[in-house]
T-cell receptor
Framework: DQQVKQNSPSLSVQEGRISILNCDYT??????FLWYKKYPAEGPTFLIS?????DKNEDGRFTVFLNKSAKHLSLHIVPSQPGDSAVYFC??????????????FGKGTKLSVKP | NAGVMQNPRHLVRRRGQEARLRCSPV?????VYWYRQLPEEGLKFMVY????????ESGMPKERFSAEFPKEGPSILRIQQVVRGDSAAYFC????????????FGEGSRLTVL
């Protein structure tokens, strides 16, 4: 039973355009969401997060949007750069309100940004 | 400025052997997490440890797997009598704040079971 779903295994975008990566979740108790980025043969790197009390969080070129009623979040990258090519994982802490290092990850979306 | 250090990066074992994976967290971090990534899958939580304590092992298989984080030295994930299905990338992560999912991951240890 996948509680965090990333339904697009891959996405290809032209350099300079917007990349939109999507994530759906099933558990309405989740109250915090994170995006991680992973290059091949490396560990994931934390990118950006959002609390359920917000609907948007922005950090430079990266913005995460949360739609609680639809149980959907998205990561926008504007403008996309070739160095953004990586696998992006959506995640949510299993234990709401407690220790949040037990993360439930989606399967990831591989982003390719073409020059 | 060392991040999370994992070794070995690659480990090959035959069925029935033991695998030991080591993880040194970011200096000053007292929370260590182990995750496993199977091919074409996302990362799956295995265990959360603090020094000398297992806090949450809800993701650990019931048999053959164990983890420790001693007072001195690295955290160790031990897999006894490995089987082919144990072949995966094992990632260690550390954090200094228990109530955040913002973790620092190591580069992973890739276990191949022949």
């Amino acid at each position: 039973d996948q509680q965090v779903k990333q339904n697009s295994p891959s996405l290809s975008v032209q350099e300079g355009r917007i990349s939109i990566l999507n994530c759906d979740y099933t558990n309405s108790m989740f109250d915090y969401f994170l995006w991680y980025k992973k290059y091949p043969a490396e560990g994931p790197t934390f990118l950006i997060s959002i609390s359920s009390i917000k609907d948007k969080n922005e950090d430079g070129r990266f913005t995460v949007f949360l739609n609680k009623s639809a149980k959907h979040l998205s990561l926008h990258i504007v403008p996309s750069q070739p160095g953004d090519s990586a696998v992006y994982f959506c995640a949510a802490p299993k234990d709401y309100g407690g220790s949040q290092g037990n993360l439930i990850f989606g399967k990831g979306t591989k982003l390719s940004v073409k020059p | 400025n060392a991040g999370v250090m994992q070794n070995p990066r690659h480990l090959v074992r035959r069925r029935g052997q033991e695998a030991r994976l080591r993880c040194s967290p970011v200096k000053g971090h007292s929370h260590v997490y182990w995750y496993r990534q199977l091919p074409e899958e996302g990362l799956k939580f295995m265990v959360y440890l603090q020094k000398e304590n297992i806090i949450d092992e809800s993701g650990m298989p019931k048999e053959r797997f164990s983890a420790e984080f001693p007072k001195e030295g690295p955290s160790i994930l031990r897999i006894q009598q490995v089987v082919r299905g144990d072949s995966a990338a094992y990632f260690c992560a550390s954090g200094d704040k228990p109530n955040t999912g913002e973790l620092f991951f190591g580069e992973g240890s890739r276990l191949t079971v022949l």
